[in-house]
Nanobody
Framework: QVQLVESGGGLVQAGGSLRLSCAAS????????MGWFRQAPGKDREFVAT????????YYADSVKGRFTISRDNAKNTVYLQMNSLKPEDTAVYYC????????????????WGQGTQVTVSS
């Protein structure tokens, strides 16, 4: 069992930055690939970024590529999402998720989810 707790969301102006954190419980954090997803009101949950267990492989949605950076610190059981050049369309609840398999962009295949953190970008 893995418990995930996100933090770092908030209100920011367009063009600003935020860093989200996701703290995981358990001793096997490095065995999990981690993903960030987001869900805006009235829309489906969408993939944002994923990182391998070792941290040496990352993949991003086209909509955030070049603006967002996913990273992890396995010693601290934490994954991060650095978000720069934020746009109003980035407004959503952001979720982190843990995957023991090869879920990559497929939300349905992730094993554990956090409760989400709200990010609001004003224009």
């Amino acid at each position: 069992q893995v418990q995930l707790v996100e933090s770092g969301g908030g209100l920011v102006q367009a063009g600003g930055s935020l860093r989200l954190s996701c703290a995981a419980s358990g001793r096997t954090f490095s065995r999990y690939a981690m993903g960030w997803f987001r869900q805006a009101p009235g829309k489906d949950r969408e993939f944002v970024a994923t990182i391998s267990g070792s941290g040496d492989s990352t993949y991003y949605a086209d909509s955030v590529k070049g603006r967002f950076t996913i990273s992890r610190d396995n010693a601290k059981n934490t994954v991060y999402l650095q978000m720069n050049s934020l746009k109003p369309e980035d407004t959503a609840v952001y979720y982190c998720a843990a995957d023991r398999g090869n879920a990559l962009t497929r939300a349905a295949l992730y094993d554990y989810w956090g409760q989400g953190t709200q990010v609001t970008v004003s224009s």
